[in-house]
């Protein structure tokens, strides 16, 4: 069955995952981010950054809840994808420092009455520099463009997850004076 997407009825889900304890914190990271500060630019999924609601039994089993949640909803699951109200969603574990802080760090978003957590554009930047893909870069120049960004907010996020050789191997492609 295709259903036109529903960003809204994806963000109530995912409200509902934190009030059962599925998930104890989440935000919107990626592309459908990056729609808050910039203009869009197409995507197939979303992803969600996400703190796991309680340890697992196992290692292993670090995605069990959402994937019992998502079969308990009936949410169709596709390779690493779990379609909810048309979007092709990824659930991607905190795992990292950097993660960790731009989920307990995302901003309260209002969408269509909702509100959403979402990834500061700081906290995207340094990400995208982490990842290094090329789409990244791509990206990142846009969030320059538009003035999304706070430089020094950015700088310093760079410096305290370790990543500014990263940063001044590529810096040159945002910053005209540097």
Do not use: C
């Amino acid at each position: 069955m295709n259903q036109t997407p529903d960003l809204a009825a994806v963000f109530r889900v995912l409200s509902d995952m934190v009030d059962e304890g599925v998930i104890s914190n989440y935000a919107v990271g990626g592309a459908v981010a990056a729609i808050f500060y910039i203009e869009p630019r197409e995507t197939f999924d979303l992803d969600i950054f996400f703190v796991l609601g309680k340890e697992p039994s196992s290692p292993l089993m670090r995605l069990e809840a959402i994937y019992d949640y998502a079969r308990e909803k009936r949410f169709e699951t596709a390779a690493e994808f779990i379609k909810i109200y048309g979007w092709a969603v990824q659930f991607l574990e905190s795992s990292t420092p950097l993660w960790r802080d731009a989920v307990a760090e995302a901003k309260n978003v209002d969408f269509e009455g909702l509100y959403v957590r979402v990834i500061s554009p700081e906290y995207l930047a340094v990400m995208m520099v982490e990842t290094g893909r090329s789409k990244d870069w791509i990206r990142l120049a846009d969030f320059f463009e538009s003035d999304a960004i706070d430089l020094k907010i950015l700088e310093s996020l760079i410096q305290t997850h370790g990543l500014a050789a990263k940063w001044r191997n590529q810096k040159w492609r945002f910053i005209s004076d540097v």
